[in-house]
């Protein structure tokens, strides 16, 4: 009897070491899938993270590399000094090229009057050319603002102040004040000749500044024209 429950006894140990053996390896199992699901779930996750950080490439234009028909200018342009009838209007009018007369030989006077001016001032001497320089000079500047406002009604359609050209306009007309306050203090023998001459350099002075302001608004019109011509034809010449 005591052998046959020994024999027994062996037997249900035996199941149940077997028993604890496969829920072991059970466990291992479900262990192991449960780590290789965190492991795949984790890669995935880095996956997901190291996409979301790469540069984003934009695509590029259609049609880059063998034209350039939509692509966008290589810069940003400014608004055109003209418009295509504006440039028309302009090309046939004379009184382009009366603009294009007057201002260098303004400038010309301007530079001998301020040479004789700075003489006077120096020197005490030469006031009487040094007045003359002055008077032509300010009547020069009164035939070219005239003139230009004809100019600018026959292009814009505007005797003065139009968009294309309205701060340079505006300045214009402190250059335009100086200049006729000193024919007024010559006139009514406002102040000394020194007086009057410092007021003469002081309407020079501003005739420099918005000669400027031209000088800069139609060289930036023309380099834009020249960007835009380039840009075009060789938009086209790829096109083609």
């Known amino acids: 009897m005591l052998s046959r429950y020994r024999e027994r006894l062996r037997f249900f140990l035996s199941c149940a070491g077997v028993g604890v053996q496969r829920g072991r390896g059970q466990a291992r199992s479900s262990a192991a899938l449960g780590a290789s699901a965190v492991a795949s779930e984790f890669s995935n996750s880095i996956s997901v993270m190291m996409q979301a950080m790469a ?59 301020t040479g004789l001016v700075i003489r006077f001032l120096m020197t005490g001497q030469g006031y009487e050319a ?66 009057q001459m410092i007021l003469a350099l002081a309407a020079y002075v501003t005739y420099v500044i918005n000669a400027t302001q031209f000088l800069l608004k139609l060289r930036a019109a023309r380099l834009d024209a020249e960007a835009r011509d380039k840009w075009l034809a060789q938009s086209q010449g790829h096109a083609a």
Do not use: C
Not at 68 to 77: E, G, T
Not at 177 to 188: E, S
């Open 55 to 113: 540069p984003h490439t934009e695509p590029a234009f259609a049609g880059s590399g063998s034209g350039l028909s939509n692509a966008s200018p290589p810069m940003r342009l400014r608004t055109p000094l003209y418009t295509p009838e504006e440039r028309r209007r302009r090309d046939d009018s004379a009184w382009t090229i009366v603009q294009g007369v007057l201002a260098p030989i303004q400038f010309l006077v301007f530079i001998v009057s």
């Open 130 to 195: 040094a007045t003359i320089s002055v008077v032509i000079k300010t009547l020069v500047l009164y035939a070219i603002m005239i003139t230009g406002s004809i100019w600018e009604k026959v292009v814009f359609d505007k005797w003065l102040f139009a968009p294309a050209f309205y701060w340079e306009d505006v300045f214009s007309m402190l250059v335009l004040a100086l200049h006729t306050a000193y024919l007024l203090a010559l006139y009514i023998g406002w102040g000394t000749a020194q007086e």
